[in-house]
């Protein structure tokens, strides 16, 4: 399980990184991430991290898309994460 955790921290700190360098394009007038691609990984067990992401470098605070989203996310990871963690307690 703590493997898991950390893998899960990485992950959302790869997640953050990822939302301030769409930011620091967005400043340079870069390429920029998509918009879909950026939900997609706070989907994936990254909601955390993009919120810190988004806090931290103020990007995409003021989308609707994303203040209703990513906190969405975090509560269906967390229950996710809980029902699979349940499952394995009760197989193992």
């Known amino acids: ?3 898991y955790l950390i893998l899960l921290l990485i992950w959302n700190i790869i997640v953050m990184f990822t939302y301030g360098i769409d930011k620091l394009n ?3 007038g870069k390429r920029r991430i998509r918009e879909a ?3 997609l990984i706070a989907f994936l067990f990254g909601g955390i991290g993009a919120i810190f992401g988004m806090v931290l ?3 995409k605070t003021s989308k609707i898309k994303f203040r209703i ?3 969405i996310f975090v509560v269906l990871n967390a229950i996710l994460i ?3 963690n349940s499952f394995f307690k ?3």
């Open 1 to 3: 399980m703590k493997t």
């Open 26 to 28: 967005a400043k340079r």
């Open 37 to 39: 691609t950026l939900l």
């Open 57 to 59: 470098f103020n990007h």
């Open 69 to 71: 989203c990513v906190p």
């Open 82 to 84: 809980f029902l699979i």
């Open 90 to 92: 009760l197989v193992w």
